[in-house]
């Protein structure tokens, strides 16, 4: 891959595609660390949040994993507002930080569900770290994506 | 100074800090006095954002986030 390839971000879960915009969070709504999308997940139990592009996991969470591909693009997936008060109840990593992963490849384990019933919200912000709002393209409308489906290309 | 110490100082220095927590994106932290922090300082030291309620507030400085807080606490 060149500097100049685009990437294609797949959606880490399943469940409905909302504008950053909507997400309950100001940081993520303010596009403070980059443009993106979010997806509300789908609510079915245990789920495995996928890696939305190839690359390294240069940094890895329980509730957030940022990739950087080997173009140096780095797309943060948070799993969840506020869930650093976790402290990584409930969350099975299948990865260590540093690891090379292929798109669309097993991250962490987690519950949706649980997250809700705890009293937060279990939307997944997806950000094109430090992008330009114009090199997202192909973003995907508003409305339901399987995990793995495209859900923006990040021109570059 | 480094970006841990300019961000120390723009918080009102170790004295004023209750509490400093990283998360995936921000240092969310809890100050004993609000006046002595600096929105300014924090931007200039590379903060993209500042989101204060009361006495706490998530600097938001993206995915080295652990990293600085790490340092910070070294200065601490």
């Known amino acids: 891959m060149t500097d100049a390839s685009p990437v294609d971000v797949l959606a880490p879960v399943s469940g409905q595609v909302i504008d950053l915009a909507d997400v309950p969070d100001p940081v993520f709504a303010g596009a403070f660390v980059g443009p993106g999308l979010a997806v509300d997940p789908r609510r079915d139990g245990r789920t495995v949040a996928l890696a939305p592009a190839a690359g390294r996991l240069v940094k890895l969470h329980p509730h957030a994993f940022v990739v950087q591909t080997a173009g140096g693009a780095g797309v943060l997936t948070h799993l969840g507002i506020d869930t650093v008060q976790l402290d990584g109840a409930g969350f099975e990593l299948h990865v260590a930080e540093g690891d090379e992963v292929a798109a669309g490849a097993p991250v962490v384990t987690w519950d949706p569900a649980a997250v809700e019933r705890d009293g937060r919200s279990p939307t997944v912000p997806v950000v094109a770290l430090d992008a330009a709002a114009e090199a997202l393209v192909d973003r995907h409308e508003p409305g339901p994506i399987e995990a793995a489906g495209l859900l923006f290309t990040w021109t570059r | ?76």
């Open chain 2, 1 to 76: 100074m480094d970006k841990a110490e300019q961000i120390l100082a723009a918080l009102g220095g170790t004295d004023n800090i209750v509490e400093i927590e990283p998360c995936a994106t921000r240092l969310r932290t809890e100050v004993h006095d609000s006046s002595l922090v600096d929105e300014k300082a924090l931007k200039a030291a590379g903060a993209f954002g500042v989101i204060a309620s009361g006495v706490t507030y998530q600097v938001v400085v993206g995915p080295e986030a652990d990293t600085i807080a790490t340092d910070i606490e070294d200065l601490m």
